[in-house]
């Protein structure tokens, strides 16, 4: 768990994975909340932030 918003995180190495790499290619990092596209390359923390009370709101 991560500080104040309680989020877990699980890497995925696309390395040799030739489905992911097609799909992401030079996008890496990608972050998804939840299964869902959230951004990819750099983290704006408070978009971040803002984009995990939106997800819990819906659920």
Request: glycine share 6%; charged share 35%; hydrophobic share 30%.
């Amino acid at each position: 768990m991560q500080g104040e918003l309680k989020f877990s995180i699980e890497k995925i190495y696309i390395d040799g994975d030739l489905e992911l790499e097609k799909l992401y290619g030079e996008q890496i990092p990608v972050i998804h909340i939840d299964g869902e596209h959230h951004d990819f390359w750099r983290v704006d923390p408070e978009r971040f932030k803002s984009s995990l009370e939106k997800h819990r709101q819906r659920q």
